[in-house]
């Protein structure tokens, strides 16, 4: 379901050359990829670090899954 109006899309590269917040790796230490956030309006993942996505189990399951 929309979270945004659609049309929007949200994108997070944190690879681009030359910019400040380019790193291929997280605070945690994991690699770092682009990634759609929002397309078309619509909520494609989460945002989460290790500790919590282990204690709530959603790094497994697409976001229509989970209860509000």
Do not use: C, Y
């Not at 380019?22 to 993942?45: C, H, K, N, W, Y």
């Not at 189990?57 to 989970?66: D, G, N, S, T, V």
Request: glycine share 12%; net charge negative; aromatic share 4%.
């Amino acid at each position: 379901r929309p979270v945004l109006p659609g049309g929007f899309d949200l994108t997070e590269n944190p690879r681009l050359p030359r910019h400040g917040a380019s790193r291929p790796f997280d605070g945690e230490g994991l690699a770092t990829a682009p990634r759609m956030i929002v397309e078309g309006g619509v909520l494609q993942g989460w945002t989460l670090d290790l500790a919590t996505a282990a204690l709530d189990r959603l790094q497994a399951k697409p976001p229509e899954q989970i209860a509000s």
